[in-house]
C-alpha cells in the first residue's frame, strides 16, 4: 500500500503570496490532519478533516485554512504569507478505528 | 494546555540500551505516541500506549503510567541507525486526534 504522498516536496514563495499544498492520504484513510514543524516550535498541529469535515483546529491565524475532497484527498491554503511561515508542513493519515498517525514527506515551504 | 517535557539530547552507544523519558500534564488524557524522525525525514510510528504498562516491538518498547504523567522509550541493541529524533505526543479526549507534540530527544549514537 502507498504511503501518504504530498507535493509538492520544495516551494519557494515571497511574502504576501498565498500557497495551497496538497496530500493524498494512504489509500481507505478517511483522517487527514496537518501539521506545522519549525525548528523552535517543533511540530504543531493545524487541523484534522474526517469526510471532508473539519473536526478539529489548532492555534493558527484564518490565514491558514484547509479543506478535504470526496475522495480525502487534502489541501492545505496559506494566504499573505510572512517570513515566519517558512516551515515544514506534514499532513498525516489515519485508519478508521485505529489510533496511530501515519505522516508523508512534508512540504518544504521557504517564504523570502 | 498540555505540557511535554523530554530531554533534548541524549548520547549512547552502539550496541548498548538506552530509555528516553518523557513527562506531561494534560486532562484528559487518552493516549500517548512516540514517534522517530531522522533529519529531513517525515516522523515514523514506534508505539501508542493508552494504559498504564509496557509494550514491546522488536527492539522498541514503550511504557506508561497515567498516574505519574510518565512515558519512556527503551531502545535496546543500539545502531547507528537509531541516531534520530524521538518524538512523544499525547493526545486528549475531546481534542480529536489531534496530537500534542514534545519538542523531541535527539539521539546520537556513537561506536
Known amino acids: 500500500k502507498a504511503g501518504v504522498t504530498q507535493t509538492p516536496r520544495y516551494l519557494i514563495k515571497t511574502r504576501g503570496q498565498q500557497v495551497t499544498l496538497s496530500c493524498s492520504p494512504i489509500?481507505?484513510?478517511?483522517?487527514v490532519s496537518w501539521y506545522q514543524q519549525t525548528p523552535g516550535q517543533g511540530l504543531q498541529f493545524l487541523f484534522e478533516?474526517?469526510?471532508?469535515?473539519?473536526?478539529n483546529k489548532g492555534n493558527f491565524p484564518g490565514r491558514f485554512s484547509g479543506r478535504q475532497f470526496s475522495n480525502s484527498r487534502s489541501e492545505m491554503n496559506v494566504s499573505t504569507l510572512e517570513l515566519g511561515d517558512s516551515a515544514l508542513y506534514l499532513c498525516?493519515?489515519?485508519?478508521?478505528?485505529?489510533?496511530?498517525?501515519?505522516f508523508g514527506p512534508g512540504t518544504r515551504l521557504t517564504v523570502t | 494546555g498540555q505540557n511535554i517535557d523530554q530531554p533534548t539530547e541524549m548520547t549512547a552507544t552502539e550496541g548498548a540500551i538506552v530509555q528516553i523519558n518523557c513527562t506531561y500534564q494534560?486532562?484528559?488524557?487518552?493516549?500517548l505516541f512516540w514517534y522517530q524522525q531522522h533529519a529531513g525525514e517525515a516522523p515514523t510510528f514506534l508505539s501508542y500506549?493508552?494504559?498504564?504498562g509496557l509494550e514491546e516491538k522488536g527492539r522498541f518498547s514503550s511504557f506508561l503510567s497515567r498516574s505519574k504523567g510518565y512515558s519512556y522509550l527503551l531502545l535496546k541493541e543500539l545502531q547507528m541507525k537509531d541516531s534520530a529524533s524521538y518524538l512523544c505526543?499525547?493526545?486528549?479526549?475531546?481534542?480529536?486526534?489531534?496530537?500534542?507534540f514534545g519538542t523531541g530527544t535527539q539521539l546520537k549514537v556513537e561506536l
Open positions: 498525516a493519515s489515519r485508519p478508521d478505528g485505529g489510533a496511530e498517525q501515519y
Open positions: 489509500s481507505g484513510h478517511r483522517s
Open positions: 478533516y474526517f469526510s471532508e469535515t473539519q473536526r
Open positions: 494534560t486532562s484528559g488524557f487518552n493516549g
Open positions: 500506549n493508552v494504559l498504564d
Open positions: 505526543a499525547v493526545k486528549v479526549t475531546g481534542g480529536g486526534n489531534k496530537l500534542t
